[in-house]
Nanobody, 124 residues
Framework: QGQLVESGGGLVQAGGSLRLSCAAS????????VGWFRQAPGKEREFVAV????????DYVDSVKGRFGISRDNAKNTVYLQMNGLKPEDTATYYC?????????????????WGRGTQVTVSS
């Protein structure tokens, strides 16, 4: 059974940056797309960004376009989310997830493996 582990979260002031990492163990996500999702207290988990198996296709929710960048290093079984220009509304627990399908998807239900999340808190 595979496992995804997120890291890199923390407390940062508005306008600051963080880089989240999602590392896979026990299985490789070379076979599929990997996405980042987030969940704020009292809200539903929402899509943030996704990268295809090859890395050639990415997709972002409108609220993070131009500020966040997703990338992957398949040799290291790791996907990154570079977050710049952070805003208080970005505060949430961030989860990475992988899917068997190679194409990108925004739908939570299409992902097969999930990490436990890493907390990102942006102070104003």
């Amino acid at each position: 059974q595979g496992q995804l582990v997120e890291s890199g979260g923390g407390l940062v002031q508005a306008g600051g940056s963080l880089r989240l990492s999602c590392a896979a163990s026990g299985h490789t996500f070379n076979l599929g797309a990997v996405g980042w999702f987030r969940q704020a207290p009292g809200k539903e988990r929402e899509f943030v960004a996704v990268i295809s198996w090859s890395g050639s296709t990415t997709d972002y929710v409108d609220s993070v376009k131009g500020r966040f960048g997703i990338s992957r290093d398949n040799a290291k079984n790791t996907v990154y989310l570079q977050m710049n220009g952070l805003k208080p509304e970005d505060t949430a627990t961030y989860y990475c997830a992988s899917r068997i399908g190679r194409l990108v998807s925004r739908k939570l239900g299409e992902y097969n493996y999930w990490g436990r999340g890493t907390q990102v808190t942006v102070s104003s």
